[in-house]
């Protein structure tokens, strides 16, 4: 773009950070310093609210930025990733939302330590909430870099430093001052945009080819260079049997990971009752189908207007796909037109990010206070000590999001987000399963279901392709690559449910029948819930 029209951009750009802020420095005026509010913002939303406000935190780069540019890349099988993140919430619909609301208070291991010994179970399942945090954070940072760095018109890897550093900071900043009722509604405003920013693309997208799916798919598969292959399964996962397994492991990552997803499950708190958080769910799953199906005419969309070669240009994994198919949709790079589509598309994207590091922290510095420093040291005043050592912690994981992300910039947003499911599915949705589901489960099998799977999850990321022995390793002048598989998760998923079976059957404690009917009462009744 040129000089005047970037100016514009990131005018345009610059106007939603400001509103974010003014939303969090408001909210954070009227806000008490209890525990309570500031974890779940006084369990006072809607579930129309807090299902847009799930919607907003689950609709993250990976999704906007990852899965377009995945599409646009590799056809039928970056489609494969919208179908996980979508078929997941059928698992948290059916299995957890209720559940969780019932029995929790403000995290995934309140549930767990209802029926068991607190401090061991606590410690682990902080520890596991704070390292999938962690994780999923790395990919926002990531695409805030991609993102950023083609706003400025430098894709550099000091540009991209820059920008990985201002979300940070500004993520801090929104949960130390705002807590969860600002992290809600920067969450739902986002929503909104995202949604609308969507719609208004994919229409373009459709008039561009005159309504015609057909031409534009067929479009999309010439400018791949792989013609019909690009319409079909195999294009990167269906080259040998490790890519075949990859792709399994993969479909169990994302189908399985979403109900372990801290950030997720703590907002089933924010709503006054169960029943409100079952219809949280239902509203989320359709705003969520909604845009997945936009993003795939994305993706195709991306493919064959802008094309593949142009985005991988642009960025190698594809992060940037959708700011580039608005600046074509838009008139060009030097028309008015597409430099206000772009600032658009671009503050959309940033939102995005922004809300959901947002709610990414939250959950993982609620983590370190309630659960990890809760345990590890009681006292004085606990809950105002918790709230500030949240605070604190916020600021501490920040710090240690930056640091990967600008380690991390090269590789696709959605996949980053892929390993992140992964450890969740292999850590926390063992445990939170057996708690909610099984009689003899032990504090023992509670704390080997968490580090069973935990544990061999990040030493099999470490062990493969992703961080040592390919081009686009993390280290790729290194060579300690054992595992041949990107995603662990076909292989650390059972692992954790095994681990949490061992722990039990080996125990010498017995169950504690009595606080299990207790729980399982309070699950599916409600009856005595916070």
Known sequence: MTGDHQTLALLLFSVFVAGTLAITTWVGRNRHGS???????????????????????????????????????????????????LVAWLVVLLLVAELVRNCGRFTLADVVAARMSERPVRIAAGTSSVTVSVLYLVAQMVGAGSLVGLLLGRTGEAAQAWAVIGVGALMVIYVSLGGMRATTWIQ?????????????????????????VDRLLLTAAERSGHGAAFLAPGLKYGGDWSARLDFIS?????????????????????????????????????????????????????????????????????????????????????????????????????????????????????????????????????????????????????????????????????????????VAASANLPVLLYSLFWRGFTTRGAVWAVYGGLLPALVLVVLSPVVSGSPGALFPGADFQFFPLDNPGLVSIPLGFLAGWLGTVTSAEPPDEAKHAETEVRSLTGAGAV
């Open 250 to 422: 993969l479909g169990l990552a994302l189908v399985l990971g979403t109900a372990g997803l801290p950030h997720i499950l703590s907002r089933f708190y924010t709503v006054p009752t169960a029943r409100a958080a079952r219809r949280s769910v239902i509203w989320s799953i359709g705003l969520i189908g909604g845009f997945y199906l936009m993003a795939v005419v994305l993706g195709f969309g991306a493919a064959a207007i802008v094309g593949p070669d142009a985005v991988r240009g642009s960025n190698a994994a594809g992060n940037t796909a959708v700011p580039l198919l608005a600046l074509d949709l838009g008139g060009g790079a030097d028309s008015t037109g597409a430099t206000v589509l772009f600032a658009v598309v671009a503050a959309v994207a940033f939102a995005t990010i922004l809300a959901v590091v947002a709610g990414i922290t939250l959950a993982s510095s609620a983590s370190v206070a309630h659960d990890l420093y809760a345990s590890l040291r009681r006292r004085g005043s606990r809950r105002r000590s918790e709230v500030a050592v949240a605070r604190v912690a916020a600021v501490g994981i920040g710090v240690l999001a930056i640091g990967l992300g600008l380690l991390a910039r090269d590789l696709n947003v959605a996949f980053l987000v892929g390993l992140a499911f992964a």
């Open 35 to 85: 525990a309570e509010e500031f974890y779940t913002g006084g369990r006072l939303f809607t579930p129309m609210e807090n299902g847009f406000a799930i919607a907003g935190d689950y609709m993250s780069a990976a999704s906007f930025l990852g899965v377009t540019g995945l599409i646009a890349l590799f056809g039928y099988d970056g489609l494969l990733y919208a179908v996980g993140f």
């Open 188 to 212: 739902i405003v986002k929503a909104v945009l995202l949604l609308g920013g969507t719609v208004v693309l994919t229409v373009l997208v459709l008039v561009r080819f005159h309504g015609d």
